[in-house]
């Protein structure tokens, strides 16, 4: 009997930490994935009790086939990392990847972290930053008070070190804003194109002109603004076109959407109240336009005591190794890639998703407008077993719902591939290649001609 109290005390245990981590850690928000759990430990709960009523020998045979399950478990957990690491080796700068870049270019690649390329260059480089991508969620993070919140991810006219995953560091000068494009872009009150995203728009990890709107721009031949963020959601997109267009006449806006964490970015931005007057105060501004001055001694200011916090740390600022080894094994003592494969959780899209389309699609409409939607992949579809279409389907349905041209890259580019993969970092988890950067602007060109 002594081993049915401790099952039933494991087992409300089990219910208690899963109301914890649904209602109190997450405050309800991810009710979504938390569902399946509720249903797995009310069941233990029932059978503990049930048990009671069996006797000594199917308790016993009971409990020799639930710990069975509970190591089988464990070794799946296990293959599963080692299978998911061989398939999906983060490590950018592998003696592999090296040889390869050496071959193909003839060159070392570059295994310095993001500050010690800054450091390198500011002995000799006048204006020198980092592209900071959402910082503003960042220093909201650090000051609930913020009262001014940057949209641009760098200062404005500098050389901007970006990321680097093809053996070098992709390098632009940012225009007026602190946004990647050629400054004379912003000479005409009339834009051409305007392409609004996160990193993939903004064009990690290449350099000019090998990302989309460089592309677009250099073979339409027309005025194409380039207002992509790293890390942001369709709010902080929603406020930049506020921002920075308002008094700008616009022919086609497009709108890109990666599957990768479009809808997570969204989560964070609406926890902070100076970006949610966006959503829900018609005509709110920070007026950043009129103050450029502030918000470059804000970013700089930032990214020099970063530099100093971290100048004598064998790490860089976005990544700290000893984290990840911890994350790995937690993640491993959580069953996380097995319970994944299962239950294959993928967030709900939020109400907030659709009113922030609504506003665009407003926005447009204002300015008498083309909209187009973009989807875009990222690399665990291709990678992976496992891989739900759900937030495909219920985004493609939502978009059409408002009657807003979807563009779906998957079908027009990646599954025409022998192998997607390839337009990938050497086939590794990423952003997109030059090549699949120059397929999608080339794409985008024929959908709004």
């Known amino acids: 009997m002594k081993l049915n109290y401790i099952f039933t005390t494991f087992s409300f245990l089990f219910l208690l930490y899963v109301f914890y981590r649904a209602e109190i850690f997450y405050q309800g928000t991810k009710s979504f994935y938390y569902k399946p759990y509720y249903f797995i430990s009310l069941f233990l709960i029932l059978t503990s009790v049930l048990l009671y009523f069996f006797s000594k020998k199917i308790r016993t045979y009971f409990y020799l086939i639930f710990f069975s399950v509970f190591i089988s478990f464990y070794c799946y957990e296990t293959y599963l990392y080692f299978y998911l690491k061989s398939i999906d080796n983060l490590d950018l700068t592998s003696k592999t990847v ?18 010690e390329v800054y450091g390198d260059l500011i002995k000799v480089e006048k204006k020198i930053s980092i592209n900071l991508g959402d910082i503003g969620y960042f220093l909201n993070k650090q000051n609930n008070d913020l009262r001014l919140f940057p949209l641009a991810p760098s200062t404005s006219n500098s050389k901007i070190i970006y990321c680097n995953e093809n053996g070098y560091y992709a390098t632009y000068v940012s225009d007026r804003y602190g946004f990647n494009n050629p400054d004379n872009q912003w000479d005409k009150n009339v834009i051409e194109n305007v392409l609004i995203g996160d990193s993939y728009i903004e064009g990690s990890c290449v350099n000019r002109p090998e990302d989309i709107s460089s592309v677009v721009r250099s073979k339409s031949g027309n005025t194409t603004l380039n207002l992509g963020v790293g890390g942001s959601g369709i709010l902080i997109q929603l406020a930049i076109l506020e921002e920075y267009l308002k008094n700008r006449k616009v022919n086609n806006l497009i709108l890109f959407f990666y ?36 918000l470059n001694l804000l970013l700089d200011g930032y990214l020099k005591k970063v530099y100093k916090k971290n100048l004598d740390k064998n790490k860089s600022y976005l990544v700290q190794t000893d984290k990840k080894i911890k994350d790995e094994i937690l993640k491993g003592i959580k069953l996380y890639r097995a319970r994944n494969l299962i239950f294959k959780p993928q967030m709900d899209i939020p109400r907030e998703f659709e009113l922030s389309l609504k506003k665009i699609k407003t926005f447009a409409e204002k ?58 970092p050497f086939k590794q988890r990423g952003h997109y290649t030059s090549e699949g950067y120059e397929k999608l602007g080339e794409l985008i060109l024929k959908k709004i001609k």
């Open 98 to 115: 090296r040889k390869e870049y050496f071959n193909k270019t003839g060159m070392e690649y570059d295994t310095r972290n993001i500050l």
């Open 259 to 294: 599957e990768g964490n479009d809808l997570k970015n969204l989560k964070n931005e609406l926890d902070i109240k100076l970006l949610r007057n966006y959503l829900f105060k018609n005509g709110y501004s920070q007026e950043l336009i009129k103050k450029q001055d502030d």
């Open 367 to 424: 300015k008498n407008a083309n909209i187009y939607f973009v989807y875009l992949p990222e690399f665990k579809r291709f990678n992976s077993f496992y891989y739900s279409e759900k937030q495909f389907n219920q985004v493609k349905n939502l978009v059409i719902n408002q009657k807003i041209i979807f563009i779906d890259t998957i079908k027009e580019i990646f599954e025409k591939e022998n192998d997607p993969l390839n337009l990938f």
